[in-house]
């Protein structure tokens, strides 16, 4: 498969065109942002981390029969991708409150929710992605009914899936986000699961200490990115449990990788 011409450069990530027109080149990269671009930061190691975790998640997805865009990853940063007509929708699901939701309703952090709570928000960086309601998707024709039931059963379904494998881990599933994509199969259009699910898309606590494993520690200043990221790979059998990635090697591998193409 032949690399062609960026064809979008999102806040983590670039895609790149290739010889198909219907696959595509998704490029991790170390960039960090929150708070919509507010705070910015490079953290060299974080793309080839979530590559990997982003990876291992959605072929056990495919696994469980949760259709999604990716075909297999290439390298260190990149993995082949079907090409989607994104739906403009960053759906979040929430399973213990925290982050903006305490702030917004004044809900004491820590609350473990009755049910899997899901938000919507509209993806537009310019507005800082505002919270939408399921009327607004259908009044504005960002996806059908059809298409939002359809979601909501895939991520209840993707939810249960992911609190069990964090959990044989002794990782708790706070919350997260996804995104879905239109995928034209015989002229018809699926939903597909698309985007990554990463540490930087998802908050994971350790079961025991609470400890912060994902973009928070970059969000609230925490530091250690690197290692706690490197800690939900080892745990979840990605990278040997000898293995160190620390910003150094994932730097020396990645140059390796781009040698060798
Ligand atoms: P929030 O508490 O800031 O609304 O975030 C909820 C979850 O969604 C959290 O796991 C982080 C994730 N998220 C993203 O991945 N991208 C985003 O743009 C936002 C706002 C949240
Ligand atoms: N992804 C968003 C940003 O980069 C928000 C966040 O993850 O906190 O600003």
């Known amino acids: 498969m032949k690399k062609g011409k960026k064809l979008y450069e999102g806040k983590a990530k670039i895609i790149y065109a290739t010889n198909d027109k219907n696959i595509v080149i998704q490029y991790f990269k170390d960039d960090a942002t929150a708070f919509n671009n507010q705070k910015k930061t490079t953290i060299e190691g974080k793309g080839v981390l979530n590559n990997r975790i982003s990876e291992h998640i959605l072929s056990n997805l495919s696994q469980i029969g949760i259709e999604n865009h990716l075909i297999k990853r ?26 903006s939701i305490t702030k917004r309703l004044g809900i004491e952090d ?14 537009n960086d310019k507005l800082g992605d505002p919270l939408i309601s399921e009327e607004h998707i259908l009044a504005f024709d960002w996806a059908t009914k059809i298409e939002i039931d359809k979601v909501k059963k895939m991520i209840l379904r993707i939810n249960d899936f992911m609190i069990g494998m964090f959990r044989g881990v002794g990782i708790k599933l706070i919350d997260f986000k996804l995104e879905f994509g239109r995928n034209k199969i015989d002229g018809k259009n699926e939903i597909i699961l698309a985007d990554e699910i ?35 790979a080892k ?27």
Not at 110 to 121: A, F, Q, S
């Open 198 to 232: 990463s540490p930087d898309t998802c908050r994971l606590w350790d079961s025991i200490t609470d400890k912060k494993l994902d973009k928070d520690r970059f969000r609230k200043d925490l530091g250690d990115l690197i290692p706690a990221y490197t800690e939900v």
């Open 110 to 123: 820590g609350t473990v929710l009755k049910e899997p709570l899901i938000e919507y928000c509209l993806k």
């Open 235 to 261: 745990r979840l059998g990605i990278l040997h449990e000898q293995s160190n990635i620390s910003a150094v090697n994932v730097t020396k591998l990645s140059s390796i990788q781009r040698k060798k193409k």
């Open 74 to 99: 290439l390298n260190m940063r990149e993995q082949l991708i079907k090409l989607v007509e994104i739906i403009p929708v960053e759906f979040i699901i929430r399973n213990v409150a925290t982050g």
